[in-house]
């Protein structure tokens, strides 16, 4: 049974960090590309970051106020996000990509359960 735990979401202030983490079981972690998408109330899931499966090759929607990075050794994504914005506010998940677009969350196999971020102003 895949599982995939997201982990380190919370309240923070504008301009603050938070690193996101998600264990991951069940599945030959190290052959699949991680994914981190967010959905806030009434909007759809928006795709944020990719790793490759060595974690060789990043690519994000957007900024540069985000790091993704994996350990294969740990079956654990990670997603370091700084400069947070209040329009960061969303529940954050992760997910391993199965083929197809990057970008698109029907390319995704399994998900996590997901993380709450919520910045203030």
């Known amino acids: 049974q895949v599982q995939l735990v997201e982990s380190g979401g919370g309240l923070v202030q504008a301009g603050g960090s938070l690193r996101l983490s998600c264990a991951a079981s069940g599945l030959t972690f190290k052959n699949y590309a991680m994914g981190w998408f967010r959905q806030a109330p009434g909007k759809e899931r928006e795709f944020v970051a990719v790793?490759?499966?060595?974690?060789?090759s990043t690519y994000y929607a957007d900024s540069s106020r985000f790091t993704i990075s994996r350990d294969n050794a740990k079956n654990t994504v990670y997603l370091q996000m700084n400069s947070l914005k209040p329009e960061d506010t969303a529940v954050y998940y992760c997910?391993?990509?199965?083929?197809?677009?990057?970008?698109?969350?029907?390319?995704?196999?399994?998900w996590g359960q997901g993380t709450q971020v919520a910045v203030s102003s």
């Open positions: 790793i490759s499966e060595s974690g060789g």
């Open positions: 997910a391993a990509h199965d083929s197809g677009s990057y970008r698109q969350h029907q390319s995704y196999d399994y």
